[in-house]
């Protein structure tokens, strides 16, 4: 009995996790530094824990460490204050994915659930979103119009999301074991479409694409339900047909935002000149960086602007050492999904819709909508073949 509360409880916080990290709150931050402090008070999963040692090395040396080090030196050797963007780095993308590593193994959770589990959440969120687009609710303003957020903060972590959401949903159609299944993966492949688009998010929306076509590559080599059998040839009519569906079936507004954006990616994007002007920066501390503060980010029309891209943050506050370890941190991570993961056809995809959005866009730090997903990415990539099945 002991020992079933004990999984009850870390599941209950682990699930809460899971379905408070794309809107954050306080409930979703007291799991946050909950949940780590049962699996190390608790015997056996401390036990666990300490077996992924390796792994959180790894992790803490690609992710937080050169960001550490970037925020003594701007301390020391410039007077600024100490901000706590290091720590954070660390407990959210090396102590966190490694406790959900270590309460998935706990508990026996499989790599199955945990995809459909990501789904479910996946579509509750997306209905916020839509709501306010169907139902006339009303949704988050930006530049170029309505763009649907729902309960998340800005449309860009949205519309990742989404294509999260529609990414794995696509997957659990082509491999669905029974038909309530296939018809929830279906579900999810369309609320998870839907709310890309009315997004507006370019950068989650070209990700998505890039991802989708090195899915369907993987399926074709490794997973053999995705060769040519007539179930599939039927599920992917019917994905199709429901994706055309949702197209035509959106307001005629969020059509002309979807390509009015689309059309101008790269001419008069703000983001090639925040891009150029950071670039400036980095050539003046190119080794090691120098960070960023609130009063030190891109003036543009009287507008402070941060990077807006991920590679480039760390090159500017880290310097090559930081932008180095990143990197090598990325490759190591999609290895080991590529040889370690059951569920690889999917979650190497993710990994790279990951890695490609956050060129656009967010970045691992500071953001729980890519910290969310990573996590889930590392759950899945470092847990055994022979332990993560189903």
Not at 226 to 254: D, E, H, Q
Not at 302 to 331: C, D, E, K, R, T
Not at 345 to 351: C, D, F, N, Q, S
Request: hydrophobic share 55%.
């Amino acid at each position: 009995m002991k020992l079933m509360r004990k999984k009850s409880l870390l599941l209950a916080l682990s699930c809460l996790w899971l379905v408070l990290f794309p809107a954050k709150g306080a409930v979703f931050q007291g799991c946050l530094y909950l949940l780590p402090l049962l699996v190390v008070v608790y015997r056996d999963t401390r036990k666990l824990f300490w077996e992924h040692a390796g792994h959180f090395a790894v992790l803490s040396g690609c992710f937080a460490l050169p960001l550490l080090i970037s925020e003594l030196r701007a301390v020391v050797f410039f007077g600024r204050p100490f901000s706590d963007g290091a720590f954070e780095a660390f407990w959210r993308l090396a102590v966190v994915p490694l406790v959900l590593v270590t309460v998935c193994r706990y508990c026996r959770c499989t790599a199955r659930q945990l995809l459909i589990a990501l789904v479910g959440v996946g579509i509750f969120y997306g209905l916020a979103g839509l709501s306010g687009v169907f139902f006339e609710m009303v949704p988050v303003l930006r530049s170029f119009g309505a763009r649907a957020a729902g309960f998340v903060s800005n449309p860009n972590p949205f519309g990742f999301l989404m294509a999260v959401t529609c990414l794995v949903a696509l997957f659990l159609v082509m491999t669905a074991r029974h038909n309530r299944e296939l018809v929830f993966a279906v579900v999810g492949g369309g609320v998870g479409f839907a709310g890309l688009l009315v997004s507006g998010s370019r950068s989650a929306l070209l990700a998505w694409c890039v991802a989708l076509v090195v899915m369907v590559v993987l399926g074709w080599r490794h997973c053999p339900v995705f060769s040519l059998s007539k179930r599939t040839m039927v599920c992917g009519g019917v994905v199709v047909l429901l994706l055309v569906a949702i197209v035509v079936a959106l307001p005629s507004c969020y059509v002309d935002l979807i390509h009015h954006r689309m059309a101008h990616v790269a001419q008069g994007d703000i983001r090639l000149t925040i891009w150029s002007r950071y670039l400036e920066r980095f050539v003046e501390h190119p080794v090691l960086g120098v960070p960023i503060c609130c009063d030190h980010k891109i003036q543009i029309n009287g507008q402070g602007f941060g990077p807006h891209n991920m590679y480039l943050s760390v090159l500017v506050q880290s310097g090559i050492v930081g932008a180095g370890a990143l990197i090598s941190g990325l490759l190591w991570l999609i290895r080991k999904t590529a040889l370690n993961c059951r569920e690889r056809t999917v979650v190497v995809p993710m990994a790279l819709l990951l890695c490609f959005y956050c060129f656009f866009n967010s970045s691992f730090f500071g953001n729980e909508m890519t910290q969310g997903v990573f996590a889930l990415v590392v759950v899945l990539s470092l847990h055994r073949i022979n332990e993560l099945t189903g």
